[in-house]
Each structure stands twice: as structure tokens, then as C-alpha cells.
């Protein structure tokens, strides 16, 4: 069902991503050229000379009243807010959402803001997918599944990056690993590739061409390039946060910060129109090698202070595109040194940076050379960007999309394990021949024994041959003795089927803790299966004892090898 629901997701992920690339050139050319067009257009080409400061002034004003009287939600990248509706919002957006992100998010761009469509189309595809799973009688995980769908197609059909998309979604958005999200957001990205041709364009977004340099000291050299990509998004996910702790201090209200990060945006495009925009003709050429040492180095610092101050001032944006831009003008200056071209490295940089800076390494590797066409270079890119994220993880506590989320008070978890309560069964941790009260007990006997101290708060009651008949507790007892209950009857006339709340030595332990949050009962009998004999009983004590074995597994370190008392003490 959702993966034929994902066909529709797919499709419309398609469209709002021709519709998002329609608006910014549509807003491009109205900002920079005055003129009514939906034509690609370069702001380097633009005749405005020292106007250039105030249109990304203008822009962000627009954007910032959008947000303030449309919805705060199309502030900031994108993702990060993806994450929080999929997490802690049931996977619901709005549909004023929907149309208000790619439109701030084409005002923003198309007015010179220094970001990439990545972020607002994964926003805009995910709130494609999550109205139309709204028109069904879904659950939060399936609706979760169709936003996550939509937004994979949607970063497809922009970039031409299927398998990156999925892994983007594996790694940042799903937080599982199951078929019932896996197969429909497969589905979703693939529908959106097939669409892309017939609206987009088909091919590799920025092809180029370079020999992708074999041997062992290219994967040593690559290894140094991650090293030091992934020091650079360190220090851009830092001082991201500083510069929005600094806005957060200012004594004016947050709809003017865009436009005080507009000023910063413009004065950076007096000094070199490269860093305006989405910046993608710069990657090209990039790739290509054709830039100048001077603009590749305008495009390092001055496209990373711009692009600081005006997401941290709380403007329509996104991460992706300008931590290319980047990464790949990092790894470009050291092609200059090295073997294989600067359009080489500069791939390989790209590789890195979004691997150290939105902790998805697989996706960087790949969407490095899917964008490209190098698949030939993706032991070189994955090697990249497992290097900058072993120096993200060791250096910063979150990515910087998690930490946008953090200073909300919440905590995302990145890493993924299998769920110990999944993994192990209930006779692996049950207490074997519990102590169990016999069916002919009187209900006088059995208050008397809870009222002199029984050892647990409920017991398995069982006939002769130890066959289940029910559960007492503590509970019982009381109202046994304060009801209007014959006190000689037996515990196995008084019992009935409801009470046979049971688990079988096979059962995985996360089921019989379902079965504990159901119920409200804190022990269950581990029966055999046919029989019902008791075999044992699982307690809300030994779930936590099962926690606690797990942690030492994880931290607890000794040595298989033991010295001898001699050689110790010589």
C-alpha cells in the first residue's frame, strides 16, 4: 500500500522540485535583471554595480515577513526541520508549509542568498508526501514513510541523485531500517528519476572530466583531504551556532535578523558576485579547474562568512549546495599540489565536507560522485568521507543539523543499533522455577500470605501439574479482603481466562515488555507453549538487568590473555 502511494509522492516530489527551480530563476531574474522570465540566469551577469548590497537586502525583508506572518516554519535549513516533524510532530505539515517554503525559499536564493535547493526541497517534497498521507487513515510511521519518500524524490529530481537520496533518507531522515520505509522510498526516488528528464534534464548534474589517480598514496592523499574537510565543517557547524547565538541576542524582533544578514550577503557580493546564489555554475567550475586561484579563494572565505551570517540569521535556506561550494574549494586549492587535477580533489573535498558536517557519510561519498559521474572515484570519496567524519564525531557533539534541534531541547540520537529488547528471548533471561501459589489455595490463605510478606508483588497460580491457571497479585488480596467475596473459595474458582497474561521461552523480551506497558503488570509467566506448564518469569527488574549487560558489553573492557602471578611480578 504505501508503495503504491509512493508512485503519487514520487510524482509530486518531481513537480515541486520543477516548481522550486522555476521560482528561483523566475525570482533571479526579477531581482537582478528586472525582467519576467523562468530562464536560468548568472547574478555575475547582472549590470547593477554597487546596487548588488541592497537586493539581498530586499530579499531577506520579504522572507522575513513571510515568516513572521506566514509561518515560522520556512526559517532555517530545512532538514533540521524535517527531522523534527518526523520525530516529534507525528509527520504531519501543514499546507501552508508546503507553499510557503519553496516560495521564501525562491525569494531568498533568487535574491542573492548564498544557499542550494537541497534544503528547501527536501522540506517541500516531505510536505508533499505528508498531506497525502493525511488524506488516509494512516499511522505516524507510515505518514513518516511517505514524507521521507517525497523528500528523497524531491532531492532526485533536482540533483539526479537516486542513490544518494536513499541513503540521505536511511541516514538522517527514517532513524530505522525496515522494508516498510526502505521499498517506498525507493519507489518515491525512482519515480522521480524517471520524471526528471522530461522536466529537469537528464545526466549527471556537473559532469567533468579528470583521471581518477590509482595506487596507494591516492587513498593515503584522500584520507589527508577528509582530514581536513572535516576540520573545516567542525569549525562552519561552530561558528554557524555563534553567529545565531549572536542574532538571538539582539533587542529587535527576529523578522529584521534576515535582512541585518542581508547587508552582510550583499557587501560580500560587491566583493566577488561568485559567492551569490546557489553557486552551482561555481561548482562546475570547480570541477572544471577554470577558476581562478583568487575566486577559489573568495569562494572558501568569503562564501563561508555570507553564508554563516545569513542562515544564522534565521532566513529561508538551505546546507547542502554551499558546504559543496566549500568543500570543494578546500580540496581545490590542494589539487593545485597534487597528482590528478584541482577538479579531482575539489570532487573528493565535496565528498568529505557533507560527510564531516551533516554526519551521513555513505550519502556524501556517493552524492560526490553521482553528481559527477566519477563512480570510478568512490573508493577514493568514501575513504574521504569516512576520514572527515571520524574527525566531525571526535570534535563536535552533534551534526550541524542535529544541533539545530538540540537547542530545542531535543536530543537526536545518530547512531543506530539493533534494539537489545528485539535480540533476546525470554528464557534467556527468565528466573527458572518460580515460586508459584497452588490453584486449590483458599483466597483466606492466599491474603494471608501477601499480608505476612509476600517476597513479589504477584505470583502464578498453577494446578498440580504446574499448568498456569492464572496470576494473583498483591491488589487481589486487599480487595478479597475488604470485597464481598466468599474467603473460602479457591484461587482456582476465582480466577478466570483473563488473567492467563503469558509470554513462551521464544518470545523476544521487547514483546513481553509490550505486553508489561499493556497490562500494567510487572511479571509475566514464561509458559510452555501448548502445555501452558510454567517454566519460569520474567520481571520488570530483569528487562533492566538485561539493560545493564548490555552497557557493560559496550563499555566494560578486559583482556583475554592474563599475565602468570610470575611474570607479573618479575
Known sequence: MLAAMAVVVGTGGAIGAWALLRLIAIATNLFWFGRLSAQPAAITDTPLGLWIVAIPVIGS??????????????????IPEAIET???????????????????????????????????????????????????????????TLLVAGAAAGMTAVFGTPMAAILLAIEVLLFEWKPRSFVPVVVGV????????????????????ALTPSGLWPIATAAGVGILVG?????????????????????????????????????????????????????????????????????????????????????????????????????????????????????????GIMSGAMRAPITGA????????????????????????????????????????????RHILQEYSVDLLDLVQADQLMTHNPATLPGKMSLRDAADFFAEGAKHRSYPVVNDGGVLLGLVSRTDALRWQVGDIMIETSLAETLSDASLLVAYPETPIGAVADL????????????????????????????????????QSETGRSGFIKRSRSSATA
Request: aromatic residues 8%.
Open 61 to 78: 525583508l520579504i522572507v522575513g515577513l513571510m515568516a513572521r506572518y506566514g509561518s515560522d516554519k520556512i526559517r532555517g535549513h530545512g
Open 190 to 209: 525512482i519515480v522521480a528519476f524517471a520524471w526528471r528528464p522530461w522536466m529537469i534534464g537528464g545526466g549527471a548534474m556537473f559532469p567533468f572530466i
Open 366 to 409: 556517493l552524492f560526490a560522485v553521482e553528481l559527477t559521474g566519477h563512480f570510478d572515484a568512490l573508493p577514493l570519496a568514501i575513504t574521504a568521507a569516512a576520514s572527515a567524519y571520524a574527525v566531525s564525531v571526535l570534535l563536535m557533539r552533534r551534526s550541524i543539523l542535529t544541533e539545530k534541534i538540540a537547542r530545542r531541547g
Open 231 to 351: 576540520l573545516e565543517a567542525t569549525l562552519l557547524s561552530t561558528s554557524l551556532y555563534r553567529v545565531e547565538d549572536l542574532f538571538h541576542r539582539l533587542p529587535i524582533h527576529w523578522m529584521w535578523w534576515p535582512a541585518l544578514g542581508g547587508i552582510v550577503v550583499g557587501i560580500g557580493g560587491l566583493i566577488d558576485a561568485h559567492v551569490l546564489g546557489a553557486g552551482y555554475p561555481s561548482i562546475q567550475a570547480l570541477l572544471d579547474g577554470s577558476l581562478a586561484m583568487r575566486v577559489v579563494l573568495a569562494l572558501l572565505m568569503v562564501k563561508g562568512v555570507i553564508w554563516l551570517v545569513a542562515l544564522g540569521s534565521g532566513t529561508s535556506g538551505g546546507v547542502l549546495a554551499p558546504l559543496l561550494i566549500l568543500g570543494g574549494a578546500a580540496g581545490s586549492l590542494l589539487g593545485h599540489f597534487l597528482p590528478g587535477g584541482s577538479g579531482f580533489w575539489a570532487m573528493i573535498g565535496m565528498a
Open 86 to 144: 518526523i520525530l516529534f510532530g507525528e509527520s504531519r505539515l501543514s499546507l501552508k508549509v508546503a507553499l510557503l517554503k519553496p516560495l521564501s525559499s525562491a525569494v531568498s536564493i533568487g535574491s542573492g542568498g548564498p544557499f542550494g535547493a537541497e534544503g528547501p526541497i527536501i522540506m517541500t517534497g516531505g510536505a508533499i508526501g505528508s498531506l497525502f498521507a493525511q488524506c488516509f487513515h494512516l499511522s505516524a510511521a507510515e505518514r513518516k
Open 516 to 551: 508489561m506497558v499493556d497490562s500494567g503488570i510487572g511479571r509475566i509467566p514464561i509458559v510452555e507453549p501448548g502445555s501452558h506448564r510454567v517454566l519460569g518469569i520474567l520481571s520488570r527488574q530483569d528487562l533492566l538487568k538485561a539493560r545493564s549487560a548490555h552497557r
